[in-house]
């Protein structure tokens, strides 16, 4: 039963990279195109577009969501490779507390950075 909930998280957390990382090229990529639209959008790499950006509450959440299903979904997936390519229970086990204590330390790095900068510009 855990099983098939961390492949509902799995699949879920697909879903929300085809979003979260649609939304990033978007706005990071097509700028010509959204000029077009709004002929008042800025550079995105602009020094003043980053930290507007880093400012932003909805940009925060959503860097530190992007960053959550991309963690749990790669990792998720080496870990799911690497214990069907073995049979020992022990190198399962070992490889789960792997691969979960390195994504919760690489979530925990990298939302302090998201948080401290969006603190650090001034919400």
């Known amino acids: 039963m ?4 961390y492949w509902g998280l799995h699949m879920t957390s697909a879903v929300a990279l085809f979003v979260l990382l649609g939304l ?13 639209i709004d002929p008042a959008w800025s550079k995105p790499l602009a020094w003043d577009s980053v930290l507007t950006r880093a400012r932003s509450a909805f940009f925060t959440a959503s860097y530190v969501l992007m960053l959550a299903a991309a963690l ?3 990792f998720y997936g080496l870990r799911t490779m690497i214990t069907e390519l ?20 690489l979530f ?4 302090y950075a998201i948080v401290a ?7």
Do not use: K, N, P, Y
């Open 24 to 36: 990033h090229l978007v706005i990071m990529h097509l700028d010509g195109t959204l000029a077009l």
């Open 117 to 123: 900068m969006h603190l650090r510009v001034g919400a």
């Open 72 to 74: 749990f979904h790669g």
């Open 2 to 5: 855990r099983e098939s909930r």
């Open 86 to 105: 073995t049979g020992s229970a022990a190198v399962r086990r070992a490889t789960s507390i792997a691969v979960w204590t390195a994504g919760l330390a």
């Open 108 to 111: 925990g790095l990298g939302a």
